[in-house]
């Protein structure tokens, strides 16, 4: 169906009383796709790139880490102030927490999964990246993902999901924890640990959502 009949039936459901669509589409394995034959190769590009304006005030490009053969990606939004200083991701107080999170409750080490962010590139003040600034980097993690073909994709709070999934209107407190399909792997929302430092209280969500994974693997 074309976009803006699409639009128009959504507002129709809007209208009748419908708080949100849950459409969940699968996404085009197509989209999964590189010409690449390693993240090395991959990374040579992105450490290069200049295609939105976060090339003007990085320090570092942040490509993400893991082996090539993870069996868990996890999708962060974008590199805070220590992954921008120190071209790391998840290095941070959120990536201590995510560390604890994989180690303790997933008990595997976090050498062995892939971590990665939507943006490669931080946003100024820590801002949530621009829909132009996600369109111009969100190729080089699909790319990843088609390099890596994890079992099992972990998308850390609302813009990991909205961006990976394209359901920009399923809010993450409704979706989180529940087992989606994406290409050839398993996509499950959760909360950013950024928000549990917050809301320390959502850690047994997290928890729980994280014995699904497990049972995945
Ligand atoms: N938050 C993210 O989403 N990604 C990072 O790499 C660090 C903090
Ligand atoms: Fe390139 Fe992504 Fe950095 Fe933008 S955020 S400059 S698209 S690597």
Do not use: W
């Amino acid at each position: 169906m074309e976009k803006a009949k699409l639009l128009k039936l959504m507002y129709q459901y809007r209208s009748l009383g419908f708080e949100y669509f849950k459409e969940l589409k699968p996404i085009d394995k197509k989209l999964i796709s590189t010409s690449a034959n390693s993240l090395h190769e991959i990374e040579l590009k992105v450490q290069n790139c200049h295609l939105c304006p976060l090339a003007k005030s990085r320090k570092n490009v942040v490509f993400g880490e893991g082996p090539q053969n993870a069996k868990i990606m996890f999708i962060g939004e974008g590199p805070g102030a220590n992954e921008d200083e120190s071209g790391r991701v998840f290095v941070g107080r959120a990536g201590q927490l995510l560390t604890k999170i994989i180690e303790n409750v997933l008990n595997i080490k976090r050498e062995s999964v892939y971590i990665a962010n939507i943006v490669k590139c931080r946003p100024p003040n820590n801002r949530v990246p621009t829909l132009e600034e996600v369109t111009a980097c969100k190729p080089y993690l699909l790319e990843q993902i088609a390099i890596v073909k994890p079992k099992v994709i972990v998308a850390l709070g609302s813009t990991g999901y909205h961006h990976l999934s394209e359901d920009y209107n399923t809010p993450i407190s409704k979706i989180r924890g529940e087992i989606l399909e994406y290409g050839d792997a398993k996509l499950i929302p959760t909360y950013h640990p950024s928000f549990l430092l917050r809301n320390p209280s959502a850690k047994k969500d997290v928890f729980a959502d994280m014995l699904k994974v497990k049972n995945l693997l």
